[in-house]
């Protein structure tokens, strides 16, 4: 059984950053589509960022590009989101998924994950 934590969230000003991590064990996540998303209060779950299993295809939400880079160092089981420039807007619970069956054009949908952690807690004071 996998098993994915997240880690990194905290209270942060407005122009800051920080590194979201999610560290996958139970099983070699290498082979899986990872990806972010988020939600914040009174809002649905947001698709965030995508990091495909070759990590060679990334997408990303319009309302992040630029600002934030997701990675992975398949040696260590872990999923980075690098979060830069950070707004009020960005405040929410990230999570972090996991899918072996997702495809490209598919990837935005949760329901294509197989695999979630319980989030991590992202807070932006203007």
């Known amino acids: 059984q996998g098993q994915l934590e997240e880690s990194g969230g905290e209270v942060v000003q407005a122009g800051g950053s920080l590194r979201l991590s999610c560290v996958a064990s139970?099983?070699?996540?290498?082979?899986?589509?990872m990806a972010w998303f988020r939600q914040a209060p009174g809002k649905e779950r947001e698709f965030v960022a995508v990091?495909?299993?070759?990590?060679?295809?990334?997408k990303y939400v319009d309302s992040v590009k630029g600002r934030f880079t997701i990675s992975r160092d398949s040696a260590k089981n872990t999923v980075y989101l690098q979060m830069n420039n950070l707004k009020p807007e960005d405040t929410a619970r990230y999570y972090c998924?996991?899918?072996?069956?997702?495809?490209?054009?598919?990837?935005?949908?949760?329901?294509?994950?197989?695999?979630w952690g319980q989030g991590t807690q992202v807070t932006v004071s203007s």
């Open positions: 990091n495909s299993v070759s990590g060679g295809y990334t």
């Open positions: 139970g099983r070699t996540f290498s082979r899986y589509t």
């Open positions: 998924a996991a899918s072996s069956r997702v495809i490209m054009s598919a990837v935005s949908l949760g329901r294509m994950y197989d695999y």
